[in-house]
């Protein structure tokens, strides 16, 4: 029996099934189980069928969970004394590379971002990103993501210099954008689920607890690659949990200061930073 046939079965028995993967793969108008018209994933993910002429009829509308981060409702970013924000750059930056591709907050554009051990990118392909670095944002003194260990990527003010705030607070309403997140030795893009989900309460400007990002980095699982380990066409590929149904295909690597450096690979295999050189191939050496 197909997928859909599974889920018309279903339906017709007031039987409830959690899927590994979403039942067929047509776009455009097909017919929907009866209401609820709702699939679960085994994953916990939950879709509602909306057949629309050129569409995945399947629509995320997943709603936060125990575990999803979210920003303080209250207070300004800004700087005294328009507000009660501050920031403050990492000291010792444990990762030395990250790489991400299919971000949908980026375009689904691939960006890669080399860092020094004070958290400065001192490489990348990203616009104007050099030169950026990890910051920690602060309002009354209490973390923007009180439960979440998140930075963002700022230029901050050399002597003599003033902060821009607004270039600031622009970088702080995009978060998965801009931040990574930090959770189990794991460094993550930032997930902002309403490039995702279409959960009712997204939109809602009044809903009282406000933005969110998905929470799940520490539970972020390595996707299988043909290559050993310490191969070095091997992209050691980390994925948000939650996704294999379809959906999302955010994939990233990152590497640590305390570990064999290794070349970032793009999409293609091919070396984009921290490529060997001839000497290097011969005699590794470590920072």
Request: aromatic share 10%.
């Amino acid at each position: 029996m197909t997928p859909i046939g599974m889920v018309f079965l279903a339906a017709a028995a007031g039987l409830h099934l959690d899927f590994e993967r979403l039942p067929g793969s047509a776009i455009g108008p097909i017919n929907c189980p009866e209401p609820p018209a709702t699939i679960r994933t085994v994953e916990g993910r939950i879709y509602e069928c909306r057949p629309e002429e050129g569409q995945d009829p399947y629509v995320d509308v997943t709603p936060p969970d125990e575990k999803s981060h979210w920003m303080l409702p209250f207070g300004s970013a800004d700087l005294p004394p328009r507000g009660t924000g501050s920031y403050h750059p990492v000291e010792d930056w444990p990762f030395r590379a990250i790489i991400s591709r299919d971000n949908p907050a980026a375009h689904h554009v691939e960006y890669y971002y080399v860092f020094d051990q004070q958290g400065i990118v001192v490489d990348s392909n990203a616009p104007d990103a050099i030169g950026d670095r990890m910051t920690e944002v602060r309002i009354s003194g209490v973390r923007l993501w009180p439960t979440a260990k998140i930075y963002y990527r700022m230029r901050l003010p050399t002597a003599g210099e003033a902060m821009e705030p607004r270039r600031s607070t622009e970088r702080i309403g995009a978060a998965a954008g801009f931040a990574m997140i930090l959770s189990g030795g794991r460094l993550c893009p930032v997930l902002d689920e309403s490039y995702v989900s279409e959960w009712a309460h997204l939109d809602d400007s009044t809903y009282p607890a406000g933005k969110f990002v998905n929470g799940h980095c520490g539970d972020s699982y390595r996707i299988p690659s043909r290559f050993p380990d310490d191969d070095i066409r091997n992209p050691h590929y980390y994925a948000y949990p939650g996704f294999k149904a379809g959906g999302l295909d955010l994939r990233w690597s990152f590497q640590r200061h305390d570990e064999p450096r290794r070349p970032v690979l793009n999409r293609k295999g091919e070396c984009v930073a921290l490529c060997a050189q001839p000497d290097e191939a011969e005699h590794p050496q470590e920072e």
